[in-house]
């Protein structure tokens, strides 16, 4: 196989923040396919996948992850499984693909350089699970003249995955066919209910079945659970979809509506709407969400 070189460079990520606020990170991205075919199928001794007696992956011990980061050689051979997001642009060749990713996507730390002996559809922001074995270290230098280290992974297993599967997977889940508030045609239905560690999430149905326009305050939804009221928020990363605020007559939306963390129990959600005729006063959309 034959690999243009490239040196190593410099790129600047975007992490979503609120509107008002754009925060620039500077990181090191290496010419990640050339220099990790280089090493791997170069001069250094091949490393290859660790198995027991019976044919099963020899895993890097839960309590000493975080030790790969500082230690990657001590566990060369050994299994890991990782999620996390893509931050440069995958190289592929001949089959091959490399690329880097954070597995703290979050706070944007712990990246590896991947390489994976197969064909995937993945670009710089992509979401991704794998499961691969510890090859050794990749060296470079940052945009400081710093040296920077970063373990290479040859992953056996590769796939797409989502925001929602890797940083704020569901814990708890609840589906709901009876939540469903119609008035004079304006139509608004909670399908599910998702709590996850730091966030939970709500999906809504609107539908507009009159000839007048139907408005959704979105920005101004809240949940009460208990004695406590929690306003709608923005999850910028997760890129959810989005309940529209307007719809014309005959449309439907749907969308979820994203809170900080609630507590796994029964809380009430309480949607404002208005029509554009405005001898219709619409009451609001109260839904009580139990539990099951």
Not at 95 to 116: C, H, R, S
Not at 151 to 177: G, N, R
Not at 268 to 289: K, M, P, T
Request: proline share 2%; aromatic share 12%; net charge negative.
């Amino acid at each position: 196989m034959k690999f243009n070189k490239k040196s190593i460079h410099d790129n600047i990520q975007k992490k979503k923040l609120p509107k008002w606020m754009v925060v620039i990170i500077i990181l090191t991205i290496i010419a990640v396919l050339a220099i990790v075919c280089l090493i791997i199928f170069g001069k250094e001794k091949d490393v290859n996948g660790e198995y027991d007696s019976n044919g099963n992956p020899v895993y890097v011990e839960n309590s000493k992850i975080s030790d790969i980061f500082t230690n990657t050689d001590s566990y060369k051979g050994q299994f890991v499984d990782f999620s996390g997001r893509v931050f440069t642009d995958p190289e592929s060749s001949d089959g091959t693909l490399a690329f880097q990713m954070w597995t703290d996507p979050v706070n944007l730390e712990k990246d590896i350089v991947v390489y994976y002996n197969g064909n995937l559809d993945l670009k710089t922001d992509d979401y991704v699970k794998l499961t691969g074995y510890i090859y050794g270290t990749l060296e470079g230098e940052n945009a400081f003249g710093a040296s920077v280290t970063a373990p290479i992974i040859v992953a056996t297993k590769l796939e797409k995955s989502s925001y929602m599967d890797v940083v704020e997977p569901t814990l708890k889940s609840i589906e709901y066919t009876d939540k469903v508030i119609n008035q004079q045609g304006y139509q608004i239905e909670v399908t599910k209910v998702e709590f996850a560690e730091n966030e939970t999430r709500v999906y809504v149905t609107a539908t507009n079945n009159t000839n007048e326009e139907f408005s959704i305050y979105t920005y101004s939804v809240t949940a009460i659970q208990g004695n406590k009221q929690y306003e709608v928020t923005s999850n910028y990363d997760a890129d959810y979809s989005e309940l529209q605020s307007d719809l014309q007559p005959s449309v439907t939306s749907s969308g979820i509506l994203v809170f900080d963390s609630l507590e796994q129990s029964d809380f009430r959600l309480v949607i404002e709407g208005s029509s554009s005729n405005w001898d219709i006063d619409l009451e609001n959309y109260a839904f009580d969400l139990e539990l099951k």
